[in-house]
């Protein structure tokens, strides 16, 4: 079974229409972030989340909100969806206690292809 | 402010030849970087990472990066291309808390 996997794949929903993207893992990291993906521009994080009570905003906040259920789930959410939300998500998670805080190895889910009409 | 700047948007080979992805970054302190693929279809796979120890780094799949203060750069190079290795290939540089990502390389292998 992966490590990190993201419920659902794909998903199409309307202008609107309050989404949510899940991504659960089974790594025992404590830190875990949600990237979008678009074409020429790379990842950019959106939120990130260093334990179950530390939550952060990334660099594109902006229409989107989580929620850190368990050290193990961590929920994005789009409450009413723009077409300029299509993207691919990912979900990815480190672990804080292996070396210093920035040399952490993330490891990514399989991604969510979200399309927004 | 940390950043990466990929100079290939793609980049395209021959199997057997090797690979040259360029990379520059710029920080205002000692940097972790780092190199991560996306095969088709996808998550990001590390390949392989700076942390201020040895400036050539090895990595998986036959890959290694040199860190080059002076240039500012950690190109990532293979000595012999294989069609696996087609792929989108990021630079990557750690902002202390969270990674900033270049806009990716697209490595085309032909037979």
């Known amino acids: 079974d992966a490590d990190v996997t993201q419920t659902p794949r794909n998903r199409i929903t309307k202008t609107g229409k309050r989404i949510m993207l899940e991504c659960s893992q089974t790594k025992g990291h404590d830190r875990m972030y949600w990237y979008r993906q678009d074409p020429g521009l790379g990842l950019r994080l959106i939120y990130y989340?260093?334990?179950?009570?530390?939550?952060n905003k990334g660099e594109i906040s902006d229409g989107y909100s989580v929620s850190r259920q368990a050290q193990a789930k961590f929920s994005l959410s789009l409450e009413s969806a723009i077409p300029n939300q299509t993207a691919l998500y990912f979900c990815a998670t480190s672990d804080s206690t292996t070396t210093g805080v920035y040399q952490e190895t993330q490891y990514f889910g399989p991604g969510t292809r979200l399309l927004v009409l | 402010a940390q950043s990466v700047t990929q100079l290939d948007s793609h980049v395209s080979v021959s199997e057997g030849t090797p690979v040259l992805l360029r990379c520059n970054y710029s920080?205002?302190?000692?940097?972790?970087l780092f190199w991560y693929v996306q095969h088709p279809n996808k998550g990001l796979q590390l390949l392989l990472k700076?942390?201020?120890?040895?400036?050539l780094v090895k990595g998986i799949n036959g890959f290694e990066a040199e860190f080059k203060k002076s240039e500012t750069s950690f190109h990532l190079t293979k000595p012999s291309a294989h069609m696996s290795d087609a792929a989108e290939y990021f630079c990557?540089?750690?902002?202390?808390?969270?990674?900033?990502f270049g806009t990716g390389t697209r490595l085309l292998v032909s037979p």
């Open positions: 920080s205002s302190y000692s940097p972790s």
């Open positions: 990557v540089v750690s902002d202390r808390k969270k990674l900033v």
């Open positions: 700076y942390t201020s120890a040895a400036t």
């Open positions: 989340s260093f334990d179950v009570k530390d939550i």
